[in-house]
């Protein structure tokens, strides 16, 4: 029999949780209101990626105004592997935060 599907975090020493701790998880989109439906009270949820343009034809992207109709609050950005495959820069990166940051997100 095989191993149990895992996902867990490491944080080191550089913490610890207590009341103070914010713990922010980032599943894929598909998962993103499934995973928040399953967390405690506490646990924010993340969105792995948002795309840099409000709205449009952009055919499987997620603009900030949808994360935050469905109350994802918080996006991760600046992935190495879309900076080397897809050739995303410091400054697509960077327009992202702004963005984000302007629109209440934590980024």
Sequence with gaps: MG???FV???????ASLD?????VIAPPSLYLLL???????GIEVAAQNVF????????????????????ITWVLAGHSERRVILG???GVSGDIDQKQ???????
Excluded at 8 to 14: A, L, Y
Excluded at 19 to 23: F, G, P, Q, R, S
Excluded at 35 to 41: D, P
């Design 3 to 5: 191993r149990q599907f």
């Design 8 to 14: 867990g975090g490491n944080f080191k020493m550089q």
């Design 19 to 23: 009341e103070k701790t914010e713990v």
């Design 35 to 41: 995973t928040r439906e399953h967390l405690r009270k």
């Design 52 to 71: 840099d343009k409000p709205n449009g034809a952009f055919t499987g992207e997620i603009s900030t105004e949808q994360l935050k109709d469905s109350n």
């Design 88 to 90: 995303e820069d410091s």
């Design 101 to 107: 940051t302007r629109s209440h997100m934590t980024v």
